[in-house]
């Protein structure tokens, strides 16, 4: 393992904070790991191998309370590491920021479509997109058109 991917996987480090984002870390490691440039067979391991390096405080503890077999495969530290730091509460709170979205007074339109990019960006892929829709263009001024 080259010690450059070491230490940008160190410096990436998931802390379980209020302002962590559970799939925006999860987005940068697997962009970090993919550097790597490994065959899909060893993937997985690597990717095991990484993943506590790129953890720190509470969210390094909640794994390594982990039984120590109870991880073998990839897919279940995703799901189990999803599972704790975005529960469902959070994900309904972001869907209902969504849905209750609106354009401030006296904000530009760009300003209010960068608003909404990140709250999107946020929420995971299980809002169906007629909701999305249906919101941005409830946020959109009359006087503009979209292309």
Known sequence: ??????????????????RDDPYSHLDTFY????TAGLTRNNEEALLLR?????????????????????????KDVETQFLSRFFPPSKNTELKAAIVDFVQRSDEPLCEVWERYKVLLRKCPLTMDLWKRYRCKFSIMDSNYILI
């Not at 450059?4 to 209020?18: E, K, R």
């Not at 962009?31 to 993919?34: A, M, S």
């Open 1 to 18: 393992m080259k010690a450059a991917l070491l230490q940008l996987i160190s410096s990436q480090q998931f802390a379980s904070m209020d």
């Open 31 to 34: 962009e970090l790991c993919g």
């Open 50 to 74: 990484l993943f506590p390096l790129s953890m720190t405080g509470k969210a390094k503890a909640w794994l390594q309370s982990k039984a120590n077999q109870s991880l073998t495969r990839w």
